[in-house]
């Protein structure tokens, strides 16, 4: 199944409003209501990289009418996948040839939640397993994606428009921007790195002590291909597992004799939860005094992935305050500000131990906002365009310098 940013951003309904602390139900209430989204869209690559290898794409996603995964060709029309196997058989070839360096080429995309792969120098390889796709996983030596050139944009197009990002949430690599068109004629980009970001990044992960550098990876002619998100570098054992400790522990041992406010919804601030660490859990309150969620002390790699000890269900309740701990713990505020979201940025990665990740790609991009992990878009810091009534998405593939 997709996984990263679809789980959450891409979500419909109320779950994009639960993400985003309401900040799309605005957004959508401005669009037309009669203002029907077509069936397609048409989607602009542009390749911008400097590179001389041929370019390959992919959408793949679930189609939302029907809830089948599938692929879309390059006009547009949804392909289910055939079934899979155990273990895991060929999935068809779904690439699509990109454009050649300097050029454009325009596809059109349907209503899917998904995934717009690209590939410089070689197709990508995908299989089908019983339970549906298996999606790269560069972290695994072994994946045969580990040695290509590759990146992924997220989008969902449905009725009440497009929304379409940027993430670096799994890896930082192959740069690109992304776009959407508005009915007025107007734009609306997200993703760019400042000129020289992309080695900027790099250069900063590797002058980073405490083990940042090894979460780069290298073919074996030594180009670089990406650098792994804290997540795994975890799970490798590129960054030690008790990295995070000695914030966590005072974060609770803080938060044992003070409480932690949580505000989880930007346009309903009446609703607050109030946390307190007691026997070991975080225990958060209403303003009734009935307690709603717990959580227990979380380990690195519950805190980098938001997930097991930070898991976000989408709900009203327990997601939204997990989302919200889970930002102030990579931004390292929980210490600084009892009141979370802490929305202001010059408070962010203050910590000599912070998720360094996160802090170095946000301070090369253009507009200083990016999907450094699962839930930036907590406090609005996203590399996010969205519209109600889109025209035409656009993905630009940027150079690598």
């Not at 400790?245 to 919804?265: A, C, E, H, M």
Request: proline share 8%; glycine share 12%; hydrophobic share 35%.
């Amino acid at each position: 199944m997709l996984r990263t940013l679809t789980r959450k951003v891409m979500a419909m309904g109320l779950g994009i409003a639960t993400a985003l602390g309401g900040s799309l139900l605005a957004t959508g209430a401005s669009s037309p209501a009669h203002a029907a989204v077509p069936d397609t869209i048409p989607m602009t690559i542009t390749n911008n990289s400097g590179r001389g290898e041929p370019v390959y794409l992919y959408n793949l996603g679930t189609e939302l009418s029907t809830g089948r995964q599938g692929w879309a060709d390059a006009g547009g029309t949804f392909h289910p996948w055939p079934a899979g196997g155990n273990p895991p058989t060929p999935a068809p070839d779904a690439s699509i040839p990109g454009p050649a360096a300097g050029q454009t080429r325009t596809i059109r995309v349907p209503k899917l939640s998904g995934r717009i792969y690209f590939s410089y120098g070689q197709k990508m390889v995908f299989r089908l397993t019983t339970g549906g796709l298996v999606q790269p996983a560069v972290q695994n030596p072994t994946d045969p994606n580990r040695n290509i050139l590759f990146n992924w944009s997220e989008y969902t197009l449905n009725q009440d428009g497009l929304w379409l990002n940027s993430t670096q949430v799994d890896m930082f690599s192959a740069p690109y921007t992304v776009g959407v068109q508005r009915a007025d004629g107007g734009t609306a980009t997200a993703g760019r790195l400042r000129p020289g970001g992309y080695t900027g990044v790099l250069n900063a992960l590797r002058a980073q002590p405490g083990g940042w550098a090894n979460l780069i990876q290298t073919r074996p002619d030594g180009t670089v291909l990406r650098a792994l998100s804290p997540l795994y570098g975890v799970e490798t054992g590129a960054l030690p597992a008790t990295i995070l400790d000695d914030y966590i522990n005072r974060v609770w041992q803080k938060y044992s004799g003070s409480t932690l406010t949580v505000t989880p919804f930007g346009d309903r601030p009446d609703i607050k939860y109030s946390g307190r660490v007691s026997g070991g859990v975080l225990h958060f309150t209403n303003s009734s005094g009935a307690v709603v969620t717990s959580f227990h002390k979380p380990d690195a790699s519950s805190v980098f992935g938001c997930h097991r000890l930070l898991d976000a269900p989408n709900d009203q309740v327990r997601g939204p305050i997990s989302r919200t701990l889970c930002a102030g713990f990579h931004r390292t505020t929980l210490l600084t500000n009892p009141n979370q979201p802490d929305s202001g940025a010059a408070g962010f990665y203050r910590e000599p131990v912070t998720d360094h990740y996160s802090r170095i790609i946000h301070a090369h991009m253009a507009d200083g906002k990016a999907y450094g992990f699962a839930f930036d878009d907590v406090g609005h810091h996203e590399s996010l365009v969205h519209d109600g009534n889109p025209r035409q998405a656009s993905v630009t593939l940027d150079p690598l310098n």
